[in-house]
């Protein structure tokens, strides 16, 4: 399984830090994907659902949140979510 070192931050703090498998977000291009080894790129995001599917010791988990805008930032296997107001559900 591999996996990429993933933050999302907002105003209020980290919400999360560590690895992720993959990250599902809306840019203002449509819906993103994000997984290990991804092209690096910048792009705007939508308010949207997040899909974030980390590693556990009992095999993989998910989580859903809100982003409200922001943007995505993702470099040599490191992914940055930066939005206004982040929460999870």
Not at 23 to 39: K, P, Q, T
Not at 42 to 71: D, F, N, Q, W, Y
């Amino acid at each position: 399984m591999n996996t990429y070192h993933l933050t999302i931050a907002s105003p209020d703090g980290n919400a999360f830090e560590g690895e992720a498998i993959s990250l599902i977000v809306r840019g203002v291009e449509g819906d993103l994907a994000i997984m290990a080894d991804h092209a690096p790129f910048i792009t705007a995001l939508v308010p949207c659902h997040v899909k974030l599917l980390i590693p556990g010791e009992e095999g993989e988990s998910e989580r859903h949140g809100i982003a409200r805008g922001g943007l995505l930032s993702v470099s040599q296997n490191k992914v940055v979510l930066l939005s206004a107001s982040f929460h999870w559900e």
